[in-house]
């Protein structure tokens, strides 16, 4: 069997980055960037007013100017105005254009006002001070994001406001979700004593949106070998990456792996050193399409979507790569000779601002409800003796 590593890098390894299309910014939240947004104009664009007071030239408040004649109000949105010479001021309201000649802003709370004059109350007046400069944020044509990275509000907001009414983003993977076996019913369904409900799909359909990968469809097949070869020809042929439950064991209902060879899907690899998950198998299609095989125990499919196919979709939508963060056990764990070992656990923050991680172990691996209430899981790598309290981990959090 694979290391955990080695898994990983055989899976990545086999990423193509996908196409990448143009999307209106209106549209673009969650979506990955594929290219630099740069400014297309000094920012801010002007000298900018970062205060509501009186504009006026620092040199006369310094030769002991402290009563201002008010020429005027300059708002947000219009032209700047000029400052007279000589011991003159115009008020002014935030995100306006520092008026033509003025070089320093006294807010109003250190002023005070007699109908057309301003007395400068402050026993200190900074040179510049509440103006915020022309280009003192980025100048134009400085990149201020880079391509690979989700978009959100931040960045949103960089693109609105250097002029981008559209950008290249990352095509959304079609994902199929494709649960298999007898034994499943539809949650809609009735339900009988051999039975149970599928979960599966609805879990990993849940994390994979949650993730920003919102085309996700959700699939059924029996154990029929006719069926499965039949649904999976169309699904390869339509989807650009393919998550099957069960069925790649050796089981005699288990058609999945003559199934997918006859379908031209080769086979990287199966079996990893690692609990949950051991069976967890992954090969590619004819057209390069990712196939993976998760086992069908909930906790260990939902595990490997963390460990191996987020990062594998990151990877094909060209977003840097995340380390997972590290984590101090608050207790020691029990090791697993051989194997890599996936625990849940509870995160609180620690003293020193250290993220703690208390084990949460499930009963079994089928322990879906288990998880609730965790935060994700630490991977710790086989060792003879346990990881002792206080030992730092890499965790990897839910989506």
Same mark, same amino acid.
């Given at each position: 069997?694979?290391?955990?590593? +080695?898994?990983?890098?055989?899976?990545? #390894?086999?990423?193509?980055?996908?196409?990448?299309?143009?999307?209106?910014?209106?549209? =673009?939240?969650?979506?990955?960037?594929?290219?630099?947004?740069?400014?297309?104009?000094?920012?801010?664009? $002007?000298?900018? %007013?970062?205060?509501?007071?009186?504009?006026?030239?620092?040199?006369?408040?310094?030769?002991?100017? /402290?009563?201002?004649?008010?020429?005027?109000?300059?708002?947000?949105?219009?032209?700047?105005?000029?400052?007279? #010479?000589?011991?003159?001021?115009?008020?002014?309201?935030?995100?306006?254009?520092?008026? +033509?000649?003025?070089?320093?802003?006294?807010?109003?709370?250190?002023?005070?006002?007699?109908?057309?004059?301003?007395?400068?109350?402050?026993?200190?007046?900074?040179?510049?001070?509440?103006?915020?400069?022309?280009?003192?944020?980025?100048?134009? @044509?400085?990149?201020?994001?880079?391509?690979? %990275?989700?978009?959100?509000?931040?960045?949103?907001?960089?693109?609105?406001?250097? @002029?981008?009414?559209?950008?290249?983003?990352?095509?959304?993977?079609?994902?199929?979700?494709?649960?298999?076996?007898?034994?499943?019913?539809?949650?809609?369904?009735?339900?009988?004593?051999?039975?149970?409900?599928?979960?599966?799909?609805?879990?990993?359909?849940?994390?994979?949106?949650?993730?920003?990968?919102?085309?996700?469809? /959700?699939?059924?097949?029996?154990?029929?070998?006719?069926?499965?070869?039949?649904?999976?020809?169309?699904?390869?042929?339509?989807?650009?990456?393919?998550?099957?439950? %069960?069925?790649?064991?050796?089981?005699?209902?288990? $058609?999945?792996?003559?199934?997918?060879?006859?379908?031209?899907?080769?086979?990287?690899?199966?079996?990893?050193?690692?609990?949950?998950?051991?069976?967890?198998?992954?090969?590619?299609?004819?057209?390069?399409?990712? %196939?993976?095989?998760?086992?069908?125990?909930?906790?260990?499919?939902?595990?490997?979507?963390?460990?191996?196919?987020?990062?594998?979709?990151?990877?094909?939508?060209? &977003?840097?790569?995340?380390?997972?963060?590290?984590?101090?056990?608050?207790?020691?764990?029990?090791?697993?000779?051989?194997?890599? /070992?996936? &625990?849940?656990?509870?995160?609180?923050?620690?003293?020193?601002?250290?993220?703690? =991680?208390? *084990?949460?172990?499930?009963?079994?691996?089928?322990?879906?409800?288990?998880?609730?209430?965790?935060?994700?899981?630490?991977?710790?790598? *086989?060792?003879?003796?346990?990881?002792? #309290?206080?030992?730092?981990?890499?965790?990897?959090?839910?989506?």
């Amino acid at each position: 069997m694979l290391s955990v590593a +080695e898994a990983e890098e055989r899976v990545l #390894a086999a990423m193509a980055l996908l196409p990448a299309e143009d999307c209106p910014l209106v549209q =673009a939240n969650g979506r990955v960037l594929r290219q630099p947004l740069a400014a297309d104009r000094d920012l801010p664009p $002007f000298d900018r %007013v970062a205060l509501d007071g009186y504009a006026l030239r620092h040199e006369a408040w310094r030769k002991g100017a /402290r009563r201002f004649r008010v020429d005027g109000l300059q708002a947000a949105g219009v032209r700047p105005r000029t400052l007279p #010479a000589g011991r003159a001021c115009i008020e002014v309201m935030t995100g306006a254009v520092l008026p +033509e000649g003025a070089d320093t802003v006294v807010p109003y709370e250190d002023t005070a006002r007699d109908d057309e004059s301003m007395t400068v109350t402050a026993a200190a007046v900074a040179s510049g001070q509440a103006v915020h400069r022309r280009g003192s944020d980025h100048a134009a @044509g400085s990149v201020i994001v880079k391509p690979g %990275v989700r978009l959100g509000g931040r960045e949103i907001a960089v693109a609105a406001a250097c @002029g981008y009414a559209h950008l290249t983003v990352s095509l959304l993977p079609a994902v199929a979700v494709v649960a298999t076996g007898d034994e499943l019913v539809d949650v809609a369904s009735s339900v009988a004593p051999h039975q149970i409900r599928r979960s599966n799909d609805y879990a990993l359909r849940a994390a994979l949106v949650a993730a920003g990968y919102p085309r996700v469809e /959700r699939f059924h097949l029996r154990d029929m070998r006719q069926e499965i070869e039949h649904l999976l020809w169309h699904i390869l042929a339509e989807y650009d990456v393919v998550l099957l439950t %069960v069925g790649v064991s050796k089981g005699k209902f288990d $058609f999945l792996p003559q199934v997918l060879e006859e379908l031209r899907v080769e086979k990287v690899f199966q079996g990893v050193a690692q609990r949950p998950g051991k069976p967890f198998w992954f090969g590619m299609s004819a057209r390069r399409t990712p %196939v993976f095989a998760l086992p069908g125990n909930p906790a260990s499919s939902y595990i490997c979507l963390h460990r191996y196919i987020l990062p594998a979709l990151a990877r094909m939508s060209g &977003l840097h790569p995340a380390a997972p963060r590290t984590a101090v056990l608050l207790e020691a764990v029990a090791p697993l000779a051989g194997l890599a /070992r996936f &625990l849940p656990v509870r995160t609180t923050p620690g003293p020193r601002g250290e993220l703690q =991680a208390a *084990p949460a172990p499930l009963n079994t691996s089928g322990d879906f409800a288990g998880l609730t209430g965790t935060d994700g899981f630490v991977e710790l790598a *086989p060792a003879p003796d346990a990881p002792a #309290a206080g030992a730092a981990v890499p965790f990897w959090p839910w989506v």
